[in-house]
């Protein structure tokens, strides 16, 4: 990727995303769900952009000239200049052409050859420390016992019934006090931090309903392919803020399922900030947000000002 094509990339993807980031600040009463969808949305626009050109009328951005046009000026400017150019280059060949100027030219190629490395550079360390937080996560699953009986095992059932969810979910009871997360695709598992066989059944049912909300949704795979849009675009703040919003639009829409089961909120409310408090400040599940989610002055799924 040259220069000139990833500032043309930059702008335009950046211009998508802030475009999907107003839209969601103006549709803040509207449901989590849909705001969800449009980042999830203008995130796979943004990635499809540079070969969407191939099929779709160009987009250009003012002041940038595209490449037949710096063709046509460069023809242009041959054709009027050809004789001064041919005087320069006569005078250029008595000029020495030894070390000093071999490298100057190395030097000018470096230069014009940086920003992509930088880009490069970014995109490998940015898919560095994706696969290592992945692999993180696949030791964690591995070493996991899966649970086959007792209440947690009852209430999934009841819980996929009632979603209509047809996949198998496993559950995993992992040695990590405070790991509480929803993995993979087509096989998912939900990983349960070491004290889960004591919760009371109504956590257990408020813990699953919110869980295979995430499952139903297919939101481990939306959260992985932002990621990897984030590691391609890692320059853009607006795609890094996007991320952000889409798993906590991904949180909300979970939490209004939740509600849309009959959960009340301030049984819901409890429950959350209770299992916070017991794991602590800084954990994977914030309590403090999700209460203030359901608070009675907050409509489910409404957003906080942007």
């Given at each position: 990727?040259?220069?000139?094509?990833?500032?043309?990339?930059?702008?335009?993807?950046?211009?998508?995303?802030?475009?999907?980031?107003?839209?969601?600040?103006?549709?803040?009463?509207?449901?989590?769900?849909?705001?969800?969808?449009?980042?999830?949305?203008?995130?796979?626009?943004?990635?499809?952009?540079?070969?969407?050109?191939?099929?779709?009328?160009?987009?250009?951005?003012?002041?940038?000239?595209?490449?037949?046009?710096?063709?046509?000026?460069?023809?242009?400017?041959?054709?009027?200049?050809?004789?001064?150019?041919?005087?320069?280059?006569?005078?250029?060949?008595?000029?020495?052409?030894?070390?000093?100027?071999?490298?100057?030219?190395?030097?000018?190629?470096?230069?014009?050859?940086?920003?992509?490395?930088?880009?490069?550079?970014?995109?490998?360390?940015?898919?560095?420390?994706?696969?290592?937080?992945?692999?993180?996560?696949?030791?964690?699953?591995?070493?996991?016992?899966?649970?086959?009986?007792?209440?947690?095992?009852?209430?999934?059932?009841?819980?996929?019934?009632?979603?209509?969810?047809?996949?198998?979910?496993?559950?995993?009871?992992?040695?990590?006090?405070?790991?509480?997360?929803?993995?993979?695709?087509?096989?998912?598992?939900?990983?349960?931090?070491?004290?889960?066989?004591?919760?009371?059944?109504?956590?257990?049912?408020?813990?699953?309903?919110?869980?295979?909300?995430?499952?139903?949704?297919?939101?481990?795979?939306?959260?992985?392919?932002?990621?990897?849009?984030?590691?391609?675009?890692?320059?853009?703040?607006?795609?890094?803020?996007?991320?952000?919003?889409?798993?906590?639009?991904?949180?909300?829409?979970?939490?209004?399922?939740?509600?849309?089961?009959?959960?009340?909120?301030?049984?819901?409310?409890?429950?959350?900030l209770t299992l916070a408090r017991s794991f602590g400040p800084g954990?994977?599940?914030?309590?403090?947000?999700?209460?203030?989610?359901?608070?009675?002055?907050?409509?489910?799924?409404?957003?906080?000002?942007?």
């Amino acid at each position: 990727m040259t220069a000139q094509l990833l500032l043309e990339t930059s702008l335009k993807t950046s211009g998508i995303v802030a475009l999907a980031l107003l839209g969601t600040c103006l549709l803040r009463r509207r449901s989590a769900a849909m705001r969800h969808w449009i980042l999830a949305a203008a995130l796979a626009c943004a990635a499809a952009a540079p070969a969407l050109e191939r099929f779709v009328p160009a987009w250009k951005v003012p002041g940038i000239a595209s490449e037949p046009q710096r063709a046509e000026c460069g023809v242009r400017l041959s054709r009027t200049t050809s004789s001064r150019f041919d005087r320069l280059t006569t005078s250029e060949s008595t000029q020495p052409s030894g070390p000093p100027a071999r490298a100057a030219r190395a030097a000018a190629e470096s230069y014009a050859s940086l920003p992509e490395n930088l880009w490069l550079a970014g995109v490998a360390v940015s898919f560095l420390a994706l696969l290592i937080g992945l692999a993180r996560l696949a030791w964690i699953v591995s070493r996991a016992r899966e649970l086959h009986e007792g209440a947690w095992i009852r209430i999934a059932g009841e819980v996929s019934r009632e979603y209509g969810l047809r996949r198998r979910v496993r559950l995993l009871q992992s040695a990590h006090p405070t790991l509480l997360a929803t993995w993979g695709w087509a096989r998912p598992r939900v990983v349960l931090p070491a004290g889960a066989a004591d919760w009371s059944d109504d956590r257990v049912r408020i813990v699953l309903l919110h869980e295979l909300a995430h499952v139903v949704r297919n939101d481990w795979a939306t959260q992985v392919f932002a990621a990897l849009v984030r590691s391609v675009y890692w320059f853009s703040p607006f795609v890094w803020i996007a991320g952000r919003r889409l798993r906590q639009e991904s949180e909300r829409a979970a939490d209004d399922a939740v509600l849309n089961r009959g959960i009340d909120g301030a049984t819901c409310a409890s429950e959350l900030l209770t299992l916070a408090r017991s794991f602590g400040p800084g954990t994977e599940m914030s309590g403090r947000r999700r209460l203030a989610l359901l608070a009675p002055r907050r409509s489910k799924g409404e957003s906080p000002p942007c």
